[in-house]
T-cell receptor
Framework: QKEVEQNSGPLSVPEGAIASLNCTYSDRGSQSFFWYRQYSGKSPELIMSIYSNGDKEDGRFTAQLNKASQYVSLLIRDSQPSDSATYLCAVNPYFGNEKLTFGTGTRLTIIP | DVKVTQSSRYLVKRTGEKVFLECVQDMDHENMFWYRQDPGLGLRLIYFSYDVKMKEKGDIPEGYSVSREKKERFSLILESASTNQTSMYLC????????????FGSGTRLTVV
């Protein structure tokens, strides 16, 4: 079983709609969770981090964490063509560990 | 902003060559990482360093070595390049995972022919 799983997509969403990206992880003790955006040919850039159960909002982005169900999601409201990218979920397996485990990413396409 | 600089954007090397990939960060981060990224396989950790002269193997260290003689610089070495090492190589650094995660360099696309 992969440690961090994401649907590879592609996920197509109309402009202005809500894009919902999901990630599940296998290690129940995981402590911190990150979402990275990666444009084609570019390196990943951090867009959200979350540590506690519930929602965390930053502009058009909302990260949601449910540790009991072992999933983390990213919602993008009012999707724009510039949101078209691959979104990587990353998980820190345990406290004190500095290494992240990455999912393989979900490719998101926003349709004008 | 933290800047992580990788010395080459594109690199073409021949099979059997010794290859050096350089990474420099300018924010005094303790932790530095080398990943490779391949389609369908995602990001895989090659090596990790949490301090000068300290290193730890990641998930796929075979065929690679690293060097960290100064805090700001972390080098990845392909001892004898092979075609299956053709990949995108990403360097990253972090102060502590905390709220900051990693900062990635722009990547080096290595092709071994």
């Amino acid at each position: 079983q992969k440690e961090v799983e994401q649907n590879s997509g592609p996920l197509s969403v109309p402009e202005g709609a809500i894009a919902s990206l999901n990630c599940t992880y296998s290690d129940r003790g995981s402590q911190s969770f990150f979402w990275y955006r990666q444009y084609s040919g570019k390196s990943p850039e951090l867009i959200m981090s979350i540590y506690s159960n519930g929602d965390k909002e930053d502009g058009r982005f909302t990260a949601q964490l449910n540790k009991a169900s072992q999933y983390v999601s990213l919602l993008i409201r009012d999707s724009q063509p510039s949101d078209s990218a691959t979104y990587l979920c990353a998980v820190n397996p345990y406290f004190g560990n500095e290494k992240l485990t990455f999912g393989t990413g979900t490719r998101l396409t926003i349709i004008p | 902003d933290v800047k992580v600089t990788q010395s080459s954007r594109y690199l073409v090397k021949r099979t059997g060559e010794k290859v050096f990939l350089e990474c420099v960060q300018d924010m005094d981060h303790e932790n530095m990482f080398w990943y490779r990224q391949d389609p369908g396989l995602g990001l895989r950790l090659i090596y990790f360093s949490y301090d000068v002269k300290m290193k730890e193997k990641g998930d796929i260290p075979e065929g690679y070595s690293v060097s960290r003689e100064k805090k700001e610089r972390f080098s990845l070495i392909l001892e004898s390049a092979s075609t299956n090492q053709t990949s995108m190589y990403l360097c990253a650094s972090s102060l502590a995972l905390g709220a900051y995660g990693y900062t990635f360099g722009s990547g080096t696309r290595l092709t071994v022919v």
